[in-house]
């Protein structure tokens, strides 16, 4: 069985996500840690739990998803994953930054490439991948069949969409994404998104009004 418990990090309220199943093995997705504060209370949920970070998993790399991403590698040691159309959107996160007040060098670490068809494995649980871009370029989102539930990344929020005002963001691809991927999942299917509360498949085909 696998388990999410997520955490809203930074000024953003960015829902960073700790995946794990009974063997405590897990995935920590989207580290948006930022003051002190918030990072020691990651941490220790980790530690306390004794759960053991295979991977960090990013749906994008908007600087709100990523704030901690340093911290997390040089912390745990494990290769990041990324699909490669975000890297460009991750290189610039020291640029972005700027704009907001501070400073964010640049990544340092072991980078692997996802895509679309490719599969992760928490034990005998499978997460498949869905390339979902539109909000930015790479974004994918994570989907477990077994337990229901998808992890959506800023594509698909509760009665909202993605913000596509952003660098290489393109709202026609991401309503695409969202019907032809997303909406495909059974109605059931939890969503845990980038921001907000979890909702479901079903509610969002029946009442979110980007969908009509």
């Known amino acids: ?4 418990k997520s955490f809203a990090f930074n000024p953003f309220s960015e829902n960073t996500y700790v995946l794990y199943n009974d063997e405590k093995e897990a995935f920590l997705i989207d580290p948006g840690n930022m003051p002190e504060a918030e990072t020691e209370t990651l941490h220790h949920f980790i530690t306390s739990n004794q759960l053991k970070i295979k991977n960090i998993l990013l749906t994008h790399a908007h600087i709100d998803h990523i704030i901690g991403l340093q911290w997390a590698y040089d ?5 990041v994953l990324i699909h490669s159309d975000e890297m460009e959107i991750l290189e610039r996160a020291s640029f972005t930054t700027k704009n907001y007040g501070f400073f964010f060098p640049a990544f340092k670490g072991e980078i692997q490439h996802i895509e679309e068809g490719e599969q992760l494995k928490l034990g005998s649980e499978i997460i498949e991948i869905y390339d979902v871009p539109g909000h930015s370029p790479g974004s994918v989102a994570f989907y477990n069949q077994n337990n229901g539930f998808v992890i959506s990344g800023d594509a698909l929020f509760m009665m909202s969409i993605g913000r596509t005002d952003l660098h290489k963001g393109d709202y026609d691809q991401l309503i695409s994404s969202i019907k032809n991927k997303l909406l495909t999942l059974p109605e059931n299917t939890e969503v845990y998104s980038g921001h907000g509360e979890p909702t ?4 969002e085909k029946e009442h979110n009004p980007f969908l009509k």
């Open 75 to 79: 912390t745990f040691d494990v290769p």
């Open 200 to 203: 479901t498949i079903g509610f």
């Open 1 to 4: 069985m696998l388990h999410v």
